[in-house]
T-cell receptor, first 111, second 115 residues
Framework: GQQLNQSPQSMFIQEGEDVSMNCTSSSIFNTWLWYKQDPGEGPVLLIALYKAGELTSNGRLTAQFGITRKDSFLNISASIPSDVGIYFCAATNTNAGKSTFGDGTTLTVKP | GAGVSQSPSNKVTEKGKDVELRCDPI?????LYWYRQSLGQGLEFLIY????????KSGLPSDRFSAERTGGSVSTLTIQRTQQEDSAVYLC?????????????FGPGTRLTVL
């Protein structure tokens, strides 16, 4: 079946540092999504990407939809303690209904 | 409310008992999903409902797991004869459905502990 390879699995960074994580797939998708899950909560959508090559920002977060439609990355600039959590990528096609999720990147930010 | 709600938020049960977990999706969302998340792990797909179509049950781990969606809205996930390995957070999500951008909105989850 379709799988997403998300890396890194975990990151330990100092407050103020920039962070980058990515997802790759052997399959083509027409939508890439990035979610964040805080401890004890359900995942919350951060950024949605609908066009190959699209670069979208949401505050300190920037995500790009790879030109091949098989990958995406998420960058967080100037990290702060509340950025701690698990970040999931997800990919789907418009008529598929279901999304495929990556295994998550656990981010720890040290003050 | 405006978001996906789940109940109960926490459930502790004894091995061998049956449990029912409830999900209220966002009004107007035709698609509903159940996932299981073990501690520190990713999202394990369980089942997907889309409108009146037959559900995609390909992720259910055993025949002890079943789910219903009545009236195209509320869904119940039932686990029969619970085992300790069923302990996890069960997440429900809904979306506008197939033919849309499939952005899923998640509930807060039900934390199930099987003693």
């Amino acid at each position: 079946g379709q799988q997403l390879n998300q890396s890194p699995q975990s990151m330990f960074i100092q407050e103020g540092e920039d962070v980058s994580m990515n997802c790759t797939s052997s399959s083509i998708f027409n939508t890439w999504l990035w979610y964040k899950q805080d401890p004890g909560e359900g995942p919350v959508l951060l950024i949605a990407l609908y066009k190959a090559g699209e670069l979208t920002s949401n505050g300190r977060l920037t995500a790009q939809f790879g030109i091949t439609r098989k990958d995406s990355f998420l960058n967080i600039s100037a990290s702060i303690p509340s950025d701690v959590g698990i970040y999931f990528c997800a990919a789907t096609n418009t008529n598929a209904g279901k999304s495929t999720f990556g295994d998550g990147t656990t981010l720890t930010v040290k003050p | 409310g405006a978001g996906v709600s789940q109940s109960p938020s926490n459930k502790v049960t004894e091995k061998g008992k049956d449990v029912e977990l409830r999900c209220d999706p966002i009004s107007g969302h035709t698609a509903l999903y159940w996932y299981r998340q073990s501690l520190g792990q990713g999202l394990e797909f369980l089942i997907y409902f889309q409108g009146n179509s037959a559900p995609d049950k390909s992720g259910l781990p055993s025949d002890r797991f079943s789910a219903e969606r009545t009236g195209g809205s509320v869904s119940t996930l039932t686990i029969q004869r619970t085992q300790q390995e069923d302990s996890a957070v069960y997440l429900c999500a809904s979306s506008l459905g197939a033919g849309t951008n499939n952005e899923q909105f998640f509930g807060p989850g039900t934390r199930l502990t099987v003693l």
